[in-house]
């Protein structure tokens, strides 16, 4: 693969299904199409672990009334996450940023 191309999960996927479906060895198909095995490795396992394949997905913000600086983040997995202290959008991304930094 050259040097300096743009890649993302989507551009991982494929190269990952068209290599199961090729019947090839990894290093077969790695040779074949000229990629990188570090580059491969490194895709399967933040694909595996979900940090590429992160999505996007609607919310809903739905007041309540009486409650204070708080906003809860409930995921489709049925996971809630409760910010104490966070009034606005913006302070909720600061701190998921931290949370994810943690």
């Known amino acids: ?21 090729s019947g090839l060895k990894a290093a077969e198909y790695l040779r074949r199409e000229g990629i990188r095995s570090s580059q491969w490795y490194r895709w399967r396992k933040l694909l595996r672990d979900g940090d590429a394949g992160a999505t996007l997905v609607p919310v809903q913000v739905k007041p309540v009334v009486g409650a204070e600086s708080e906003i809860r983040v409930h995921l489709p997995n049925g996971i ?23």
């Open 80 to 102: 809630a996450l409760t910010f104490a202290g966070v009034d606005s959008p913006t302070q909720l991304v600061q701190a998921l940023y931290r949370l994810g930094s943690e």
């Open 1 to 21: 693969m050259p040097r300096g191309k743009p890649t993302n999960a989507a551009y991982w996927r494929h190269h990952f299904k068209t290599q199961a479906a």
